[in-house]
Nanobody, 124 residues
């Protein structure tokens, strides 16, 4: 089982940038697909993006394409989410998650390890 800790959240103005980090520990990190999800109060947790275990495949939800970039450094067992051109609609708690199975990478239920979340707030 992999353990995950997010960091890097904060408060920015519209158009600003943040870089989130997801630090992993555990033997299965290099075998794990890692995803980023976000959640606002009263709404379901939603998929943002994922990166394959080797980093060769990435996928983004349409609302963040061209603005967000996911990457990973397996040597440092860390996944990053660079977020640019932020808008108030990006305000949420952001979670990283890891899975080793073959279930769909955009589904919350596919992931078996989650971080505690980091708050991102974008003001207009």
């Amino acid at each position: 089982q992999v353990q995950l800790v997010e960091s890097g959240g904060g408060w920015v103005h519209t158009g600003g940038s943040l870089r989130l980090s997801c630090a992993a520990s555990g033997r299965t990190f290099e075998d794990s697909t890692v995803g980023w999800f976000r959640q606002v109060p009263g709404k379901e947790r939603e998929f943002v993006c994922y990166i394959s275990r080797t980093g060769t495949i990435t996928y983004y939800v349409d609302s963040v394409k061209g603005r967000f970039a996911i990457s990973r450094d397996n040597a440092k067992t860390t996944v990053f989410l660079q977020m640019n051109s932020l808008t108030p609609e990006d305000t949420a708690v952001y979670y990283c998650a890891a899975k080793t199975g073959h279930d769909s990478a955009w589904m919350v239920s596919s992931y078996d390890a989650w971080g505690q979340g980091t708050q991102v707030t974008v003001s207009s």
